[in-house]
C-alpha cells in the first residue's frame, strides 16, 4: 500500500495515483518527495477527483461504472480529509 495514502484502500490509493499522475504530474510528484499529504495538498486532490467524477457523467447526469468508481474514492478520501485536517 502506498504509504502517503494509507488512509485509503489498496484499490483506492492506486486509482488516486492514476488520476493524479494523468491530471496533476506536479502535485503527485510533490507529495511522493514530501511523502506526506497536506492540508492544501488535500485540499487539491479533492478537487482534482471531483473533477474526475464530473467528466465521467452520462447523459442522465449519472456516474458512468468508471465514476462510481471514482465517486466512491472521493468519499473514503473525503472522510479521511475531514479527521485528518478538521
Known amino acids: ?16 495515483n492514476e488520476i493524479l499522475a494523468r491530471r496533476s504530474s506536479t502535485l503527485l510528484e510533490r507529495i511522493r518527495q ?11 486532490i479533492m478537487s482534482v477527483i471531483s473533477d474526475e467524477v464530473n467528466e465521467n457523467l452520462d447523459d442522465d447526469w449519472e456516474p458512468t461504472d468508471y465514476g462510481q468508481a471514482v465517486s466512491a474514492l ?10 485528518k485536517w478538521p
Open 1 to 16: 500500500m502506498d504509504s502517503r495514502f494509507s488512509f485509503l484502500s489498496t484499490a483506492h490509493a492506486d486509482l488516486l
Open 34 to 44: 514530501a511523502n506526506s499529504v497536506s492540508r492544501s495538498d488535500a485540499d487539491e
Open 74 to 83: 472521493l468519499a473514503q478520501f473525503n472522510a479521511a480529509r475531514v479527521n
